[in-house]
């Protein structure tokens, strides 16, 4: 069963959760520099964020006009997972959990900006009573 009831509960989570990191200036997650689209399943649902220095972080859910350089394709509960902190990366993309397409600089530079995060997005979940996303 999935942490997740429907797109509608992933763009109200983690999509929301996106937008307040954004929002976030000592996080910096725009210097990443790039567009990522996030491509959800179990249920389906998209995500793409703007990361741009000197513009304002940019959440879409579902179709979007942005064009993305990075495409990254998982289950909505490995994303939630992710958020935690609680996914190897190099191991989830070699095992096929997540997929990432687009420039690997840009990849490698999105990582580490994210991973600064990751308290911030425990605490989120928790705000929110999601104990099943974030346990205590």
Known sequence: MSYFADAGDVYGTLGR????LGEDEDLGIERADTVVRNQYSDPD???TIRLRPGEEVRVDFGASALEPEIVITMKADVAGRFWLGEVN???ALAHGEMVAGGPTAKVLRLLPLLQAAFPRCRQFLTEQG????APV
């Open 17 to 20: 959760m996106l937008e307040i």
């Open 45 to 47: 649902a998209v995500i």
């Open 89 to 91: 990366v190099p191991l």
């Open 130 to 133: 999601r104990e099943d996303l």
